[in-house]
C-alpha cells in the first residue's frame, strides 16, 4: 500500500474508536463498494477454486478487485489510524472456505507462516478479514475473543466471551494480528469466504495518525466484564501518540500495603487488579518492585501482563532486577521482564546493550527483542547490536535486525551488517528480517540495493517480498530500475489457464 495524500481526516479513526481497538483489538467497518461488486468477487473465487484449488498468496492478482476493497477511503483510513501512513501490505493473504455443514475451528493466533516471533502488544502488524457474500451467525463466519491479544495462552473456555464477526457482503474487520480467533460452525449449504490479508507498521509513530481530539489515555466505554489491563493499554495508546516510553504517574496514596499484599492472594482476579492497580502509580510503586518482579512468574497470565506493565511504568528503578530476570528459567517470566523492558523505554537501552553479551542465548534473545520493541530510543545500542550479527543463536540475529528497523533511519550505520545477513545467513527468517529492516530504514539503506535485487530471487517468498518493499521505499533510479527488471521477469497473466493458454 502507499501513502494516499488524498486521504481525509475523516476516513481516520476516532478516539473512541482507536480506544476500542487497543481494548478488544478489532474493528469492524463497511466499504461503499456496492452490493453487485462483492458478488463479482464472490463469483469469481468460488468459479477459480473449483478449477484451481485454493488460490493461497495469489488470490490478489487473480481477483485483482480485491485491491478496490483496500483501497476503501474507510478502510486505508482504519489502516493509516491504526499501523501510520506508510503501512504495507504483506505477501501473505490466504481466502479461507468455511464448507458447508463445516464443525469450525479451534481457537487460535496466526503463525509466522513457519516463522518464530515474538507477539508484539504493540499494534506492529495487523489482518483485515473480508466477506465478499453476507456470513450471518448460521453461515459460520469469524469469531474472535476480543481483548485477548495481549494473552499467549487460553485464560477462558468452553469459548466465553466469543463475539461473531457477522456481516453482511462488503464487511471488513480488522484484527490486531495476535487476537485469539477461530471459524464458526457452517450450517448452510453455502461455502463461506473470508479473504484473510495481513498488513505491517513501516515507522515508528511520533504523533497521533488518527482523528485524535484528546491525547490522553482515557478509560472510557471499556464493558465492565472486560479483564482490566489499563496499564498496557495506557502504555499502547501513549506510543501510538508518538510517547517512547508512555510512563505517567498516578498520585501516591501514601499506602502501598494493600495493593502489594493482595498480590499474594488466592484470587486470579485481586492478584491481577492489585498489579494493574500498582502499575498507575509510576515511580510512587517503586517499593512494589520486588513483589511485582514475583508476579513475573505467576501462574495467570493476566497477573504476569500488568506486573510487566506496572515495572514498565515504574521505570528505571525496575532495570537491574528486570536485567537479572531476563536469565529466569522459566520461558514466560523471560518474556513479560522483556515486555517491561521495552515499556521502560530509554533508561533501560544501557543495561539491555550490556545484556547483548550474556552467555546464555535466551538472555540474549530477550534483549534483543526488548531493543527493537523500543524503537527509535534504541539508537545508543547500535555499536552493541552491531558486535552480535555474528551471533550463533539464529534467534538473537534475527532480533539484531528487527532492532535496527525498529530504530528506523538512525540504523544507516548497520546497513552493510544488514547486508551480510542478507546475503548469506542460513536462517530464512533472519535473511527476512534483514530485508525487512532494510525496508524500515528507508532511503538510507540506498547502499543494500544491489543485495536486495539478488534478493529478489531468494528460494524463500516473504525474503523476496520484503526485498521488493525495501526497493520500493529506497526509490533511487537503481532501485527501480532492479524492481522493473523483476516484474517483467515475475509478472504472471491472471488470465492464463488450461482453458485458454494464449
Not at 528486570?322 to 543495561?351: C, F, H, K, Q, S
Request: charged share 20%; aromatic share 8%; net charge negative.
Amino acid at each position: 500500500m502507499q501513502a494516499n495524500s488524498h486521504l481525509s481526516d475523516s476516513n481516520k479513526l476516532t478516539d473512541a474508536q482507536m480506544r476500542d481497538f487497543i481494548v478488544n483489538g478489532h474493528l469492524t467497518l463497511k466499504t461503499d463498494l456496492p452490493r453487485s461488486f462483492h458478488e463479482t468477487i464472490y463469483r469469481k473465487t468460488q468459479e477459480y477454486t473449483a478449477k484451481e484449488g485454493n488460490l493461497g498468496n495469489n488470490i490478489l492478482p487473480r481477483v485483482p478487485e480485491l485491491q478496490a476493497v483496500f483501497e476503501d477511503p474507510a478502510v486505508r483510513g482504519a489502516f493509516t489510524s491504526i499501523l501510520g501512513e506508510n503501512y504495507v501490505m504483506h505477501s501473505h493473504r490466504h481466502p479461507h472456505q468455511n464448507r458447508p455443514h463445516s464443525d469450525g475451528q479451534g481457537f487460535h493466533k496466526d503463525s509466522y507462516w513457519g516463522y518464530q516471533k515474538v507477539r508484539h502488544h504493540r499494534p506492529r502488524w495487523a489482518m483485515a478479514f473480508y466477506y465478499p457474500q453476507d456470513a450471518p451467525l448460521e453461515m459460520g463466519p469469524s469469531s474472535v475473543l476480543p481483548g485477548t491479544q495481549y494473552y499467549s495462552t487460553r485464560i477462558t473456555e468452553n469459548n466465553a466471551g466469543e463475539l461473531a464477526l457477522s456481516g453482511e457482503a462488503g464487511t471488513i474487520t480488522i484484527i490486531h494480528f495476535d487476537l485469539w480467533h477461530r471459524a464458526m460452525a457452517n450450517q448452510t449449504d453455502k461455502t463461506r469466504y473470508m479473504m484473510k490479508f495481513q498488513f505491517i507498521r513501516m515507522d515508528a509513530p511520533q504523533a497521533p495518525e488518527w482523528n485524535v481530539t484528546d491525547p490522553q489515555w482515557k478509560p472510557e466505554d471499556i464493558h465492565p466484564s472486560t479483564p482490566a489491563h489499563h496499564g498496557t493499554w495506557r502504555h499502547v495508546w501513549n506510543w501510538m501518540t508518538g510517547d517512547s516510553n508512555g510512563r505517567t504517574a498516578g498520585p501516591a496514596n501514601g499506602n502501598l500495603a494493600a495493593p502489594i499484599a493482595a498480590l499474594s492472594n488466592d484470587d486470579d482476579a485481586v492478584r491481577a487488579s492489585a498489579a494493574d492497580e500498582l502499575g498507575l502509580l509510576g515511580q510512587s510503586a517503586t517499593e512494589a518492585i520486588p513483589q511485582l518482579i514475583q508476579a513475573l512468574r505467576d501462574g495467570y497470565e493476566p497477573v504476569r501482563l500488568n506486573a510487566a506493565y506496572a515495572l514498565g511504568t515504574i521505570g528505571e528503578p525496575a532495570v537491574p532486577q528486570l536485567i537479572e530476570t531476563l536469565g529466569d528459567e522459566n520461558g514466560p517470566t523471560r518474556r513479560m521482564a522483556a515486555y517491561a523492558l521495552a515499556a521502560v523505554g530509554a533508561p533501560a537501552v544501557p543495561a539491555l546493550s550490556e545484556a547483548l553479551q550474556h552467555t546464555e542465548d535466551a538472555v540474549r534473545t530477550e534483549a534483543a527483542y526488548a531493543l527493537a520493541q523500543i524503537g527509535d530510543a534504541a539508537e545508543p545500542a547500535i555499536p552493541a547490536l552491531m558486535e552480535r550479527t555474528k551471533d550463533a543463536c539464529a534467534e538473537v540475529r534475527r532480533y539484531l535486525a528487527d532492532a535496527f528497523g525498529g530504530i528506523g533511519s538512525a540504523a544507516a550505520p548497520a546497513v552493510p551488517a544488514l547486508i551480510e545477513m542478507l546475503e548469506n545467513d542460513e536462517d530464512k527468517q533472519a535473511r527476512f528480517e534483514a530485508a525487512l529492516a532494510l525496508a524500515q530504514i528507508g532511503p538510507a539503506s540506498s547502499a543494500a540495493v544491489p543485495a536486495l535485487a539478488n534478493a529478489l530471487r531468494d528460494p524463500d517468498r516473504y525474503v523476496r517480498d520484503n526485498a521488493i518493499h525495501a526497493l520500493k521505499r529506497i526509490d533511487t533510479i537503481e532501485a527501480e530500475s532492479a524492481l522493473f527488471d523483476y516484474l517483467l521477469m515475475a509478472r504472471w497473466c491472471p488470465i492464463t489457464n488450461r482453458a485458454s493458454t494464449h
